[in-house]
């Protein structure tokens, strides 16, 4: 999973900020790593959407996010 998310954050850093493309999601409780994106962002900055919790309101998190 780390090379995932150093190829997904390299990814990020060359995205404008205003196109959203990267949705992190949680499936299960976990311990969200801190990588670093730039000068003044980690991995745990970023928003997500947790389907650990409640499934139904995750699933219309990431439904409101696609649109």
Sequence with gaps: MNEEL???IE???LMPLS?????????????I???QIDSVETF???QYIDF???WGNAL?????ALS
């Excluded at 219309?60 to 409101?64: A, D, F, G, P």
Aim: net charge positive.
């Design 33 to 35: 790593p801190d990588f």
């Design 11 to 13: 990814q990020l850093r």
């Design 60 to 64: 219309s998190q990431l439904i409101n």
């Design 52 to 54: 650990s919790q409640d």
């Design 19 to 31: 196109q959203r493309w990267f949705i992190p999601l949680i499936l299960k409780p976990c311990e």
């Design 44 to 46: 745990n900055n970023i």
């Design 6 to 8: 150093r190829l997904a």
